[in-house]
Each structure stands twice: as C-alpha cells, then as structure tokens.
C-alpha cells in the first residue's frame, strides 16, 4: 500500500531564504506525486506533479521538487522565499496501476511560515 | 470556466439532521471524489465514481452517502449528522485515474460544523 511522510509539521523561514519541505512516500507500483498548496481558508492548487519522465520538476511560483528513487524522496524547494508563499503544502501519492483506482493518499501537511 | 463548484460555503447542523453537500463539474470529468481535512490529518478520501453509476469506498466512508446518477453531479449525503463529522469538505474531479495526466481539480470547500 502507498503511503507518504511529510517530515515536519511546521516549517519557518525569513523573507528571501532557501525553503525546504520534506515528502517521503512509499509505494509498491511506479508512483506518481504531486504538491499542493492550500492558502489560509483556500481550496487546494497543484504546484507540480512527477509522473516518471524527468526526475527534476519544475512548478509553478518558482517551486521545483526531486523524484530520488533511491531515497523515496520528493523534497519541495524554492531558492527565495516570499511572505506570500506562506501556506500549507501537501506531498501526495498516486499509484498509476495499483487495485486503487488512481486514488490520492495525501500527506498531513508541513505549514510554512515567512518572516519579513 | 467554473471548474468544481460545491455549495454551501459553511454548513451548522444540529446532531442527527440530515444535509446534503452538493459538487458539481462542468469538465466531463469521469472522477470524483470527496474529500474530508481534519487539522493534522491532511485530507483522507470518503468516497469516489469512476464513472456515472459507479460509487465505491475510500477511506472513511462511516456516516456517508454517495450516488453518481450524471457525469456532472456527485452529491455527498450525511443521513445523521455526528459531532465528529465535523470537518472541511472537498470535492475533487479529474478525467481518468490511473493516467500519468491524472491531475485532480479541487472546489473551494464546504465547512460544516455539528453541535
């Protein structure tokens, strides 16, 4: 069964610095994983998605995120952080030919805060 | 383009009534799902339709009914309402599981609260 593992809860930067977000995921078939972002009192918005062709991708906001197989990894990063990146963000699992019909399994969310 | 629009906004029910969450596509989405976020909990999937006539069980389906009678519409029916169903509810669409273009489009959200 798949599942995926946001590694913090809550994570806070400062205007201008590297962000972070840590997803790892467990599959038995070749995965698809995406990010969302959630907004304060928002619906939810895809910011990239991994479907086995380039193992580096690219969002949108100037967000990117590594499929590393190796270490069923797919981090969420960006070079500058902006306050208004400041959100909940989900890493969530799909398996492309899996008895479960394609169905999302979502992480439970890393909250990041940006300090002016 | 309206995409996936559910009603109400906000809910308050009283413990035992019944309330239907409506969702709606304008896609000609095959999928639809429903979705409940629990702070901490991340979104877990209540129910989902592959197709007009076909419903099957996520995974907390307790306390919920679906049915998919048109492409267009998936309603989410609670028969008696619990305090702990108590949550943010999202409906979600997208053409086809199972396909690497399997992107899932979001409503806005329904929040109910249950006293």
């Known amino acids: 069964a798949q599942s995926v593992t946001q590694l913090d809860s809550h994570v806070s930067v400062s205007e201008g610095t590297p962000v972070l977000l840590r997803c790892n995921y467990s599959s038995s078939y070749s995965p698809s994983l995406f990010w969302y972002v959630q907004h304060p009192n928002k619906g939810l918005q895809l910011l990239l998605k991994?479907?086995?062709?380039?193992?580096l991708v690219k969002g949108i906001n100037g967000f990117e995120a590594e499929f590393k197989k190796s270490e069923t990894s797919f981090h969420l990063t960006k070079p500058s952080a902006h306050m208004s990146d400041a959100a909940e963000y989900f890493c969530v699992v799909s398996d492309q030919y899996g008895g479960s019909q394609g169905n999302l399994i979502f992480g439970k969310g890393t909250k990041l805060s940006v300090k002016p | 383009n309206a995409g996936v629009t559910q009603t109400p906004k906000f809910q308050v029910l009283k413990t035992g009534q019944s309330m239907t969450l409506q969702c709606a596509q304008d896609?000609?989405?095959?999928?639809m799902s429903w979705y409940r976020q629990d702070p901490g909990m991340g979104l877990r999937l209540i129910h989902y339709s592959v197709g007009a006539g076909i419903t099957d069980q996520g995974e907390v389906p307790n306390g919920y009914n679906v049915s998919r009678s048109t492409t267009e519409d998936f309603p989410l029916r609670l028969l008696s309402a619990a305090p702990s169903q108590t949550s943010v509810y999202f409906c979600?669409?997208?053409?086809?599981?199972?396909?690497?273009?399997?992107?899932?489009?979001f409503g806005a959200g329904t929040r109910l609260s249950v006293l």
């Open positions: 991994y479907t086995s062709a380039a193992t």
């Open positions: 896609m000609n989405h095959e999928y």
């Open positions: 979600a669409s997208s053409y086809s599981p199972g396909l690497a273009k399997n992107i899932q489009y």
